[in-house]
């Protein structure tokens, strides 16, 4: 695909408008303490201001004893049930559970067999895709950035729908129920365009509508369509655990405030997608990855706690990977103590690392979580615990489970879909005002001069 020379050109004039933006839109940290500004819309302890109400999900990272609010371990809910629950109650009954999941966050409770069996049924029956899109908007303009290619598809399904900006709960529903279906669908064939404009083979595997979702992705990426049912249930729960999770999240509050504007659902899912293709989002598992590919080369006894220790350290004083002062998939904007995400798929991680003969590598995992929270805690001042998040963890399952890197983010969106939607859907049904909230203006007001006198 041939590209216009001067498209990616950053001349130096557009150099001289950027230096230009930063001088005069540098706003000084003083002044979000002068007006008393929650920057990122949270405190100092991390506790977001409450901007909405919501019966989708609970986040439970503290507890109050004696009057006081005392961290504890993490605990997340879907409507109310613990999401603990719900991953192994599926195990238990040797089922996969993220299908029953997206019902319970749809509509509130969780279906009998015969509701799940229709819920199943529907989506196999909206997971397809108008005539000819795959050629005509997929394989068209392929991109190495599967996220940006998954938008892009999502905004072009609203050109085949003619209810398109039909906001009644209904269609908003069938809407809702397409997205969750075809999400896997536009993913995964998006990897494949790219992988043709690469120059390796291309693989159009048909959906198979007796297949879970979790089933169908790895049916779709791989050539021979094979998967054994641990790979499958593994990807399950991670489906299950990133379907959901409060509506304070930047994707799902992005998918609030979209919604309450009155635009269309694939305005909103094409946002939300948007809002989660960030690296300090839904792409924070691409860096763990990066992050432990760089300290297994550096690192050369895996096992010795003073040279991990040491590296670590190097991640926060900026001298080691990517020199941004992180260490990747440690601490949360809510959890504290510990993250209940993390502690559910570690169990998996450690059964799945034996069967693929990557033990050593999980060895090294359980050493830097350990490890992670005293080196942050003795270099800088922290207001809450720090534990490992569920991105320490994910990558680590979707490398061994040989997903590509490009799929990790859209993986993550494939399942916060079903959230999105009970979230979309919770917005209309309670819609009052847009949401807007205020900026503070901080700048100085200056004198208009004619041209000739500037």
């Avoid at 990790?408 to 494939?414: Q, R, S």
């Avoid at 009970?422 to 004198?447: C, D, F, T, W």
């Amino acid at each position: 695909m041939a590209s216009n020379p001067y498209y990616n050109d950053v001349t130096p004039e557009v150099t001289e408008l950027a230096n230009l933006a930063l001088a005069n839109s540098s706003i000084s940290p003083d002044d979000y303490v002068k007006y008393d500004v929650k920057r990122g819309l949270r405190d100092l302890n991390g506790k977001g201001v409450v901007a909405g109400l919501t019966e989708i999900s609970e986040i439970v990272a503290k507890k109050l004893v004696d009057g006081k609010e005392l961290p504890c371990d993490g605990e997340l809910y879907y409507r109310g049930i613990n999401v603990e629950q719900l991953v192994n109650g599926a195990l238990k009954e040797k089922r996969f559970g993220f299908e029953e999941t997206a019902y319970l966050l749809l509509v509130g409770r969780l279906p009998n067999a015969d509701e799940l069996s229709a819920f199943r049924g529907q989506l196999s029956y909206y997971r397809s895709l108008p005539t000819n899109f795959v050629r005509d908007v997929i394989l068209k303009a392929p991109s190495r950035d599967i996220m940006n290619s998954l938008a892009r598809s999502v905004l072009n399904l609203a050109a085949y729908d003619d209810r398109a900006d039909d906001t009644s709960l209904p269609n908003v529903m069938r809407q809702c129920l397409q997205m969750i279906a075809v999400f896997p669908l536009l993913a995964v064939y998006g990897y494949q365009a790219y992988n043709y404009k690469e120059g390796k083979s291309l693989y159009i595997h048909a959906p198979r509508a007796e297949l879970s979702t979790a089933e169908n992705i790895l049916a779709l990426l791989r050539p021979d369509a094979s998967y054994s049912f641990w790979e499958a249930h593994v990807l399950d729960v991670c489906l299950t655990l990133h379907a959901e999770h409060g509506g304070g999240n930047n994707s799902t509050f992005t998918t609030h405030v979209v919604t309450s504007s009155g635009t269309d659902t694939y305005s909103c899912m094409a946002a939300a997608l948007a809002s989660l293709k960030g690296p300090r989002h839904g792409g924070a598992n691409i860096k763990v990855i990066r992050m432990f590919e760089d300290m297994k080369e550096r690192v050369r006894d895996w096992k010795d706690e003073d040279e991990v220790k040491a590296y670590l350290q190097a991640l926060l004083d900026r001298k080691a990977f990517d020199k941004a002062g992180l260490i990747y998939g440690m601490g949360h904007a809510v959890y504290s103590l510990s993250d209940p995400r993390a502690n559910i798929l570690r169990s998996f991680v450690e059964r799945l690392s034996r069967e693929k003969g990557r033990t050593e590598e999980y060895e090294l995992y359980s050493l830097v979580e350990r490890l992670g929270p005293q080196v942050i805690s003795g270099d800088r001042k922290i207001y809450k615990g720090v534990s490992a998040n569920v991105d320490f963890y994910s990558g680590f399952v979707y490398h061994m489970l040989d997903l590509p890197l490009e799929l990790y983010t859209p993986i993550f969106a494939l399942a916060r879909v079903a959230g999105w939607s009970a979230h979309r859907i919770e917005e209309l049904i309670n819609m009052g005002k847009i949401i807007r909230p205020a900026y503070q203006y901080v700048g100085h007001r200056q004198s208009y001069k004619s041209l000739s006198e500037r």
